[in-house]
């Protein structure tokens, strides 16, 4: 190599060292001169629109080039108190050592050190900070709502801002709601990063926080944020996700006054009460029960969505249908109608309703739960169960209104026979108005007692059972015992199971009391069964009970506590003459103990009824 080209080289990387050395010789010179003093607030203020406020100078460290600001407050021009609307311990905002040198000052990140964002109600229920008033976004954004206004469905981009803007980090922050002159702390431990590179291209928010006890990650993204501020539509994906619940949305968005959303949406929990318990402040914890999957194509506005051709899984139930959500009332109301292929009832009452008697016999009815919500849904199934007992062709209703909580099944196949059912909670000041009802037609006895597990009680045959049940009560527990009510049942021609007939008036004779157990071994043929009960303040009183078998007929009357199982019944068994020659004989008896245990004490024996 010439040693010409040699001498150039060092000479060129001489001058570099040399520029290089200028440049960090200068630093702290211009860093003093013009960067120090009000320049960064008034960059800051310039970006914001707000009054920005150093609570000293800047620390300044050139590599790599940044200004470290301590007790940052920016608050409104027009405020005369100068409350703040974020106030951070500590910013770090990277500069250009280049712009530096030109006397300029540029940024090409921020970091925040437990900001606190204050919010404020606006137009009601909308929490927003206060307004900045000016500023380059503010004025970008009146730019892009002329973009938009010139052509709503297509707004030229390219006529948009294009000012660099950066990475913006924040760590260990916190928002707080102005209420008055109290301020009430909301999300706590935020962390994350708004990534802007300039105003016209992409921009995303990830952050982490806790809200009422849950952490929540969210992630927002839209390849324009100039349009959807400025009231635009704007594809945008949503991604928000806790314990309780999970949502997502990659659709189009319009944030302007008539709020609109169009694309395809997921949410899932684990329990829908529980997520409405989280999301609704001040609701005590109920049971974890109403796992839900939804999604669908999801369109609307902050008034009322629609999610159409929706898949529901409900506790591994899957079903379809549509399902619409209105806020336009002090509580969003649920409507639709779903249709499944097979439906766990206990799930639904679980998570959409307080009327689950399985979980409330002992514990108060959660009215409480009800108040978060308004409900109308209209519900089909091929099959379903209710616990124990197996029910197709179901169609049935949930619906809570203010005052009101109701669960209908208008129809179902059952038992070979026909049932409808309904569950209704009147909320009154103080108390609970409570009905159960049930009808049951033309049904095989002998699958209601496998169901029920009352084979000795009720007969094989076809017959009609009839139920009603209301009272005040804060359980289900309290409507047993202070309900009033009736029961009636009529069976045609079958059996009653684990009876003996002829043991039975054999042991009366005897005289003494003996255990209903000991006359087990057999079946007694009937050929109808008749019961009429009433129920009231828990004591449900027979005022006739009748079974025709063959020469025999028995009867019952008596008391028995809805509470407890006891008894306490008295009855014949009236015998028809088998020769014209005989009169006919009337043995009386009494029944003691309880349904699980009941015994039998002789009252009387051979009467003729003649005599």
């Known amino acids: 190599m010439p040693s010409s080209l040699v001498r ?29 003093r009000d320049r960064i607030a008034i960059e800051m203020s310039a970006w914001s629109g707000y009054r920005v406020e150093l609570g000293a100078g800047p620390d300044i460290e050139f590599w790599p080039f940044r200004a470290i600001l301590d007790n940052v407050t920016l608050s409104g021009w027009s405020d005369p108190s100068r409350k703040p609307v974020i106030v ?38 909308l929490l927003l900070p206060a307004s900045p008033g000016g500023g380059r976004i503010a004025r970008s954004v009146e730019i892009a709502r002329a973009v938009v206004g010139a052509n709503p469905a297509a707004p030229d981009v390219t006529a948009l801002p294009r000012d660099p803007f950066g990475n913006v980090d924040f760590v260990d922050g916190r928002v707080i709601v102005a209420r008055g002159d109290v301020d009430e702390e909301v999300v706590t431990g935020i962390s994350g990063n708004v990534n802007w590179p300039a105003l016209d291209r992409r921009g995303s928010l990830s952050a982490t926080g806790i809200w009422r006890g849950e ?28 314990a309780p619940a999970n949502l997502s949305f990659d659709g189009t968005a319009n944030l302007s006054g008539d709020t ?19 999301s609704t402040a001040n609701t005590a914890p109920g049971p974890a029960i109403g796992a839900l999957a939804v999604s669908g194509d999801v369109s609307g506005n902050a008034q009322r969505i629609k999610l159409a051709d929706a898949d529901v899984v409900l506790d591994e139930n899957p079903g379809m249908g549509v399902l619409d959500v209105s806020f336009t009332d002090a509580v969003p109301t649920i409507s639709g109608s779903l249709a499944f292929d097979a439906l766990d009832l206990r799930s639904l009452l679980t998570a959409f309703t307080p009327l689950d008697p399985v979980n409330a016999t002992v514990d108060e009815i959660d009215t409480a739960f009800a108040d978060r919500f308004n409900l109308d849904l209209r519900l ?29 099944i208008s129809d179902a196949r059952a038992f070979g026979g026909t049932i409808q059912t309904s569950i209704r909670l009147d909320r009154q000041p103080g108390n609970n108005l409570v009905e159960a009802r049930l009808l049951a037609t033309d049904i095989d006895g002998a699958m209601l007692a496998a169901a029920s ?34 029961i009636t049942a009529s069976f045609g021609q079958g059996t009653i199971s684990n009876f003996s007939i002829s043991a039975f008036l054999e042991r009366l004779k005897k005289g003494d009391f003996f255990a209903l157990s000991e006359v087990t071994k057999g079946t007694l043929p009937v050929t109808s069964v008749e019961l009429k009960a009433t129920i009231a303040k828990g004591m449900a009183r027979i005022e006739r009970a009748e079974a025709k078998a063959g020469p025999q007929t028995v009867t019952l009357a008596g008391v028995v506590p809805t509470i407890g199982g006891g008894l306490a019944l008295s009855g014949t068994v009236a015998t028809a003459a088998q020769d014209a020659n005989m009169p006919p004989s009337l043995a009386g008896f009494f029944v003691g103990g309880s349904w699980l245990f009941p015994f039998i004490a002789p009252a009387h024996q051979g009467i003729s009824i003649a005599e």
């Open 88 to 125: 951070a311990e500590r910013v770090e905002v990277e500069l250009s050592a280049l712009a530096a040198l030109r006397g300029d000052i540029v940024f090409s990140g921020a970091r925040l050190i437990r900001p606190t964002l204050r919010l404020a109600p606006v137009r009601g229920k």
């Open 380 to 408: 089909s199934a091929t099959s379903a169960n209710a616990g124990v007992i197996k029910l197709a062709e179901v169609a049935a209703s949930a619906q809570i209104k203010p005052g009101l909580a109701a669960f209908d």
């Open 260 to 278: 609109f959303f169009d694309g395809p949406v997921t949410f899932s929990s684990p329990s829908l009460r529980r997520m409405l318990e989280w």
């Open 453 to 486: 597990q009352t084979a000795s009680v009720v007969p094989s045959g076809r017959g009609t059972v009839s139920i009603i049940l209301k009272g005040p009560g804060k359980s289900w527990g309290d409507l047993l015992k202070t309900g009033d009510g009736s």
């Open 8 to 36: 150039k080289g060092i000479w060129a990387a001489a001058a570099i060292a040399v520029a290089a050395f200028l440049i960090l010789a200068a630093l702290p010179f211009i860093a003093s001169t013009q960067i120090v």
């Open 215 to 242: 952490s929540v990650a969210i992630d927002v993204s839209t390849p324009k944020p100039l349009i959807l501020f400025a009231g635009g539509p704007a594809p945008l994906t949503l991604k928000l996700k806790a």
